[in-house]
């Protein structure tokens, strides 16, 4: 790392100490055909300001779940969600939300899909500074040429992609993405990481951002801490993993550091216990990873 490099770490290096989302004793039942299903069980969760936090865990366990819930979209059974001091009851335009399911307007073209959402958001500023906004946003995740298009006109990835133009375009001060670069080629995905990570910079870093994932690296990559959870019904936090890399980051130059492989095998560890219960193709393919490195 170069001389420069470390004196902008330390410039935008800070402790955080200002809680930002306080998840208080969180536990969310459904109704089902088939009785009360518990999905997540009594969850404790501290964010601080301008924290970047990754959920990770098996398909099903509730991290979705536990996004919605401090969203606002999803109201917990017992306990409750603070969010900048205001106990969460709805979604708001403090908090931007990528979905898995990217939620686009079908009606609407890419832009007006952006436009949308930053007309009603950020109504203060002229037809020219939205559309200023809006431009920006859509060639950031290198959609120009495709603007004018409805969302069944394009592939997984680009309708994920103007998702997260909209949510990045709207600068809330929470982020929530939940697996927000699943549907992207490996390509895509990295570029889509310093995109993260360059908003994140030019808000000073305090934004907070929360964010589901499948992806080991990934949350390594871009954590402060990652939260793993146990599998459901009533699933509680497993662990919270600290990530001890020094920021910038370059993902070619972490790899090397013994931080970063101690992190990796004990994500590894944690995650491959579930898997050797209920899957032997992944535990053998996770094994093979862990013996590359
Ligand atoms: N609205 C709902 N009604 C009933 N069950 C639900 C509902 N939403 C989620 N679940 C159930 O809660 C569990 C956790 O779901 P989810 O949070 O989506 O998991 P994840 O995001 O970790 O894959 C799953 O078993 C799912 O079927
Ligand atoms: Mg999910």
Redesign the pocket.
């Known amino acids: 790392m170069t001389k420069s490099n470390y004196d902008y770490m330390e410039t935008l290096t800070k402790t955080k100490t200002e809680l930002c989302i306080d998840v208080k004793g969180v536990s969310?039942r459904?109704?089902?055909p088939k009785g009360v299903?518990t999905?997540?069980q009594n969850i404790d969760l501290q964010i601080f300001k301008g924290e970047i936090i990754s959920i990770i865990?098996?398909?099903?366990?509730?991290?979705?779940?536990?996004?919605?819930t401090i969203s606002g979209m999803?109201k917990p059974t017992e306990g409750e969600v603070i969010v900048n001091n205001k106990k969460v009851t709805a979604p708001g335009p403090d908090r931007g939300i990528v979905f898995?399911n990217y939620s686009l307007l079908p009606w609407m073209t890419v832009y007006q899909n952006i436009y949308e959402a930053v007309d009603s958001v950020l109504s203060s500023l002229s037809r020219e500074e939205k559309r200023a906004v809006v431009d920006k946003a859509i060639q950031m995740v290198n959609l120009t040429t495709h603007k004018d298009k409805h969302p069944q006109q394009l592939s997984g990835g680009m309708k994920q992609r103007v998702a997260i133009a909209r949510a990045f375009a709207i600068n809330p001060s929470v982020l929530l993405l939940?697996e927000p670069f699943g549907a992207l080629d490996a390509l895509t995905k990295g570029s889509m990481h310093v995109e993260l990570l360059k908003l994140w910079n030019l808000d000073n870093r305090n934004k907070t951002i929360i964010m589901?994932t499948h992806d080991i690296e990934e949350a390594i990559f871009l954590s402060d801490r990652i939260v793993v959870?146990n599998d459901?019904?009533a699933?509680t936090i497993r662990e919270i993993v600290d990530v001890p890399l020094p920021r910038p980051r370059d993902k070619r130059e972490i790899v090397n550091l013994p931080e970063y492989r101690i992190t990796r095998d004990h994500l590894i560890s944690l995650l491959m216990d579930k898997f050797s219960i209920m899957d032997h193709g992944v535990e053998y393919v996770e094994k093979q990873e862990a013996e590359e490195m």
């Open positions: 969310v459904f109704k089902t299903y999905a997540i865990g098996h398909s099903g366990c509730g991290k979705s779940t536990l996004m919605s999803v898995q939940d589901v959870m459901g019904p699933a």
